[in-house]
């Protein structure tokens, strides 16, 4: 495993951000999904209850159908975060994983939980 190259400072700073978006993203989650107890770091959209009548219904049924992406849009980015502290703690927290050299930390900055360094992600998107 490649050690971090990446000022400890630095590394202190995005450890602090990234907790503070696992808050914000489990808070979140929480408003509308249960954890599954089954799986570690999976939820579950609940379903709404406005109440029996037909038009309350449908709206359970759109807002359950609203929640299910943003669910998954927001495990995702929990995973991540969760993923990135877990690198934190072995050391490889700020490494490219394609190249192994280390992240700009603008780049870490704007997007904390990066795994790739702009070059290799510019290569991989062909947003040359
Ligand atoms: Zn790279």
Do not use: H
Request: aromatic share 6%.
């Amino acid at each position: 495993m490649p050690k971090t190259k990446l000022n400890p400072q630095f590394i202190k700073t995005m450890k602090e951000t990234l907790e503070t978006e696992k808050v914000k993203l489990e808070t979140e989650l929480s408003k509308f999904t249960k954890k599954n107890p089954n799986v570690d770091g999976d939820f579950e959209a609940t379903y709404p209850e406005y109440g029996d009548k037909s038009d309350e219904n449908a709206q359970e049924i759109t807002q359950y159908l609203t929640n299910k992406p943003l669910e998954m849009q927001l495990e995702k980015m929990l995973r991540d975060v969760n993923k990135a502290l877990k690198n934190m703690e072995d050391g490889s927290y700020g490494m490219c994983k394609y190249c192994d050299e280390p992240i700009e930390e603008k780049r870490l900055e704007a997007r904390p939980t990066s795994g790739a360094c702009v070059s290799c992600k510019k290569t991989l998107t062909q947003e040359v």
